[in-house]
T-cell receptor, first 113, second 111 residues
């Protein structure tokens, strides 16, 4: 079974630019999470999808961050415009319906300069 | 109060010793509990899950859960240098499907 796929692995952008991250979940995993992990901290939940619907986005800075999961499979997370404090690893995790265990992709390391 | 709290460490133990990692959580509605291991520069990897009070053993790892005290722990027996990593405690709430992480504890196992 293929794991969670994320791209790109690394991204360097200047502040005020925009950036997008992509996540392809494990086949059949209905729940998809996006996390932000700043160096030295634990993953912070940004948004949670169940199929193509948003379950929770209370921690998503909606003035600059947006996410979608069209067709309930792949998901994209966008930042526009980026700030220096957005430098972090963005992790995607997915979970099968009826199960509680979640599995992570390799993450995208974003550096904003 | 943070939803999931861990001592950030670092916790340093000699090779062969028992490492004890602790976690507390605030929401009594939490039902499933996980330990993830994260090597530097890598993504979190699920190593243990526990759902009911008591102990769960898997090889050198033992997870312990006490719902009354809202406390989860991970014991690593015969610690090896390869166990050096950050260990993340995660708590799942079935009513929302949220999976919340603590800040992680850095473990250093010295040869």
């Amino acid at each position: 079974e293929a794991g969670v796929a994320q791209s790109p692995r690394y991204k360097i952008i200047e502040k005020r630019q925009s950036v997008a991250f992509w996540c392809n979940p494990i086949s059949g995993h209905a729940t998809l999470y996006w996390y932000q992990q700043i160096l030295g901290q634990g993953p912070k939940l940004l948004i949670q999808f169940q199929n193509n619907g948003v379950v929770d986005d209370s921690q998503l800075p909606k003035d600059r961050f947006s996410a979608e999961r069209l067709k309930g499979v792949d998901s994209t997370l966008k930042i526009q415009p980026a700030k220096l404090e957005d430098s972090a690893v963005y992790l995607c995790a997915t979970r099968r319906q009826g199960h509680t265990e979640a599995f992570f992709g390799q993450g995208t390391r974003l550096t904003v300069v | 109060q943070k939803e999931v709290e861990q001592n950030s460490g670092p916790l340093s133990v000699p090779e062969g010793a028992i490492a004890s990692l602790n976690c507390t959580y605030s929401d009594r509605g939490s039902q499933s509990f996980f330990w993830y291991r994260q090597y530097s520069g890598k993504s979190p990897e699920l190593i243990m899950s526990i759902y009911s009070n008591g102990d769960k053993e898997d090889g050198r790892f033992t997870a312990q859960l006490n719902k009354a005290s809202q406390y989860v722990s991970l014991l690593i027996r015969d610690s090896q240098p390869s166990d050096s990593a950050t260990y993340l405690c995660a708590v799942y709430r079935s009513n929302t499907g949220k999976l919340i992480f603590g800040q992680g504890t850095t473990l250093q196992v010295k040869p």
